[in-house]
């Protein structure tokens, strides 16, 4: 009786999110909009045609592929891809957002879950393929493209979603040589940095989304604005902010308030004016932004890889994810050394709550998920995006910083 209460303490603290900084010195999903590129989304909107055409046709040359269809949401993209393979079952990783398994089922398909690791990423070839469409979405940053050569030899259809990506030139040119589907998203908290809207990269035909929608979307930009404003002020504004944020309806200290009973909808039809050119505005400068998340990735790993001891970070793709992925050795550790990094203003979060756990996507998982079931309570994700006080240099020394502290509670001396 006493073990099993045990586990369910450990269950229940394992769904606490990531303690926020109560004075920030960088944000997860900072926002890009200076007042050059607001500039820049103003004269994109007064041609919203025009925008579209542009944007439209540099994501198709930087992909090599010769459709770009741009939509209202990356879940609407992602709709289409798989519509575009004629599948009747999408195998996916457990290790997803519910968006991906709510855009299959929007498709008309049937999501097929497989189990996951750290080493070997997805086990795709766990399952039957042949007939089969398969999304490589790069979890934890890592590269699923390396499985696509043996997944198409095994029958299944590639659909490489690139949501989570820090979508730029150089990204895009790294798959112009293939003619798989990808599935792009610039709504918020992407790294792209856009305010909503996807787009769809195909070299087979595809249908257009339809006509801009006008209006009512000036809200998520007043949001990028006033977040790049917030970034760049004092302290105690940040504090103060991160106080109120922290008081809104439907603030939680666990994601078992939010996790859903039934699946998403699918906003469809083609993005607004005001979406697009931010995107537009944004794609401009994408490489430097991206070079600039990679390099800092790479900066820190190097530093922190030998010198923490509660955690390994993710042999990840800098390119791929959104931030950096450290792995724990056990649960429990994760959200101390949140706790730890948040006293030092670093935030952080955990993305990844395996589908096959979630009600709506339960009766899709193919075989056991004891990969997936290790793997989700131990996995941290670090911020680092472009932003004036979020150093390489300063991110590994808290997270070295966060690793004693682990080690000090640990150890009972704390």
């Given amino acids: 009786m006493i073990h099993d209460q045990a586990e369910s303490d450990q269950a229940a603290s394992d769904l606490w999110y990531a303690p926020v900084p109560r004075r920030p010195i960088?944000?997860?999903?900072?926002?890009?909009?200076?007042a050059g590129r607001l500039a820049a989304t103003a004269r994109a909107a007064a041609r919203p045609r025009y925008a579209r055409a542009g944007l439209a046709a540099r994501l198709r040359e930087q992909a090599g592929r010769g459709r770009c269809v741009l939509t209202a949401t990356g879940r609407a993209a992602l709709e289409l891809a798989v519509r575009q393979t004629g599948a009747a079952e999408v195998v996916l990783s457990t290790f997803n957002c519910p968006a991906v398994a709510d855009a299959v089922l929007a498709a008309g398909a049937r999501p097929?879950?497989?189990?996951?690791?750290?080493?070997?990423?997805?086990?795709?070839?766990?399952?039957?393929?042949?007939?089969?469409?398969?999304?490589?979405?790069n979890a934890l940053g890592l590269n699923e493209w390396c499985h696509a050569a043996r997944i198409e030899r095994l029958g299944g259809t590639v659909v490489l979603d690139?949501?989570?990506?820090?979508?730029?030139p150089r990204v895009l040119s790294r798959?112009?040589?293939t003619d798989c589907p990808i599935v792009l998203s610039f709504g918020e908290g992407k790294q792209l940095g856009g305010i909503g809207g996807g787009a769809l990269l195909t070299s087979a035909p595809a249908d257009d989304a339809g006509t801009l929608r006008r209006g009512g979307e000036l809200a998520p930009l007043r949001r990028a604005v006033?977040?790049?404003?917030v970034a760049h002020a004092p302290g105690p504004a940040r504090a103060a902010l991160q106080r109120a944020q922290s008081r809104t309806p439907g603030w939680s200290h666990t994601k078992a308030d939010h996790l859903p009973a039934e699946a998403g909808q699918v906003r469809r039809g083609a993005p607004s004016r005001w979406e697009v050119a931010v995107a537009a505005a944004l794609w401009e400068t994408s490489a430097e932004a991206a070079d600039r998340a990679a390099a800092t990735h790479e900066r820190v790993r190097t530093v922190?890889?030998?010198?923490?001891?509660t955690c390994t970070p993710v042999a990840a793709d800098p390119d791929l994810g959104p931030g950096i992925e450290l792995l724990f050795r056990r649960p429990g550790q994760r959200f101390r050394f949140a706790s730890a990094l948040a006293e030092h203003g670093v935030p952080s979060t955990w993305n990844y709550y395996p589908l096959?756990?979630?009600?709506?996507?339960?009766?899709?998982?193919?075989?056991?998920?004891?990969?997936a079931e290790s793997l989700w309570p131990r996995v941290l994700t670090v911020a680092k995006q472009p932003q004036p006080r979020l150093t390489a240099p300063l991110l590994a020394r808290a997270m070295i910083a966060a690793d004693r502290s682990v080690r000090d509670q640990e150890a009972g001396r704390d």
């Fill in 175 to 177: 798959f112009r040589r």
């Fill in 162 to 168: 690139l949501a989570q990506a820090g979508v730029s």
């Fill in 304 to 309: 922190v890889t030998g010198e923490l001891t």
């Fill in 26 to 34: 960088g944000y997860l999903h900072p926002s890009r909009m200076t």
């Fill in 226 to 229: 006033g977040s790049r404003l």
């Fill in 356 to 371: 096959h756990k979630l009600a709506p996507y339960a009766d899709f998982a193919a075989g056991a998920m004891d990969g």
């Fill in 112 to 137: 097929v879950l497989v189990d996951a690791d750290p080493a070997d990423g997805p086990a795709f070839d766990s399952v039957d393929l042949r007939g089969r469409a398969v999304v490589l979405t």
